[in-house]
T-cell receptor, first 117, second 112 residues
């Protein structure tokens, strides 16, 4: 199994540009989420989805959009990049909290390192 | 709101000595607590979890964690540290919608 695949691994954007970070999982996980990791701040939840067609905001949603049209994919869109969005972004997935399998925690992708200049 | 705190940014231990990485939690209801490890330029990897049951939880790579309800703590432990244990460790608590909240992380350095 590939697990959780994130693309691209690295990206440099200019302020005001838009882009989409891709995330795909092949484990039939219902739950998917996006985090950003910044030094000294741990991982902060941006958006999450409990299933296809259902998304919700996390702790730091401003400046980011998501959609979930399929179980496998959960792209993160930056509409107008700002230097404050320079970070490492992680996608994670797991089974639904309705099943005991969710107790095994998240599977994480390897991350996308984004720099906004 | 569910949250966890990791009071130490950095923990240094000598190889072969026991290690402890601290975590305290704040939740309403029963806590679902996790520990993850992150090696350089990698995503996080699941180490262990506490859902219910025994207060001492065993996980991967010889790690264990002790759940203490009265002290609202969930400290990560290992009896004998290895140099290869050097990494960034995160404590996390799961919310009602399976959303996970992470601590700021503790960098563990094990010196030979």
């Amino acid at each position: 199994n590939a697990g959780v695949t994130q693309t691209p691994k690295f990206q440099v954007l200019k302020t005001g540009q838009s882009m989409t970070l891709q995330c795909a999982q092949d484990m039939n996980h219902e739950y998917m989420s996006w985090y950003r990791q910044d030094p000294g701040m741990g991982l902060r939840l941006i958006h999450y989805s409990v299933g296809a067609g259902i998304t919700d905001q996390g702790e730091v949603p401003n400046g980011y959009n998501v959609s979930r049209s399929t179980t496998e994919d959960f792209p993160l869109r930056l509409l107008s990049a700002a230097p404050s969005q320079t970070s490492v972004y992680f996608c994670a997935s797991s089974y639904s909290s309705n099943t005991i399998l969710s107790n095994y925690g998240y599977t994480f992708g390897s991350g996308t390192r984004l720099t906004v200049v | 709101a569910q949250s966890v705190a990791q009071p130490e940014d950095q923990v240094n231990v000598a190889e072969g000595n026991p290690l402890t990485v601290k975590c305290t939690y704040s939740v309403s209801g029963n806590p679902y607590l996790f520990w993850y490890v992150q090696y350089p330029n990698r995503g996080l990897q699941f180490l262990l979890k506490y859902i219910t049951g025994d207060n001492l939880v065993k996980g991967s790579y010889g790690f264990e964690a002790e759940f203490n309800k009265s002290q609202t703590s969930f400290h990560l432990k290992k009896p004998s540290a290895l140099v290869s244990d050097s990494a960034l460790y995160f404590c996390a608590v799961r919310g009602a919608y399976n959303d996970m909240r992470f601590g700021a992380g503790t960098r563990l350095t094990v010196k030979p």
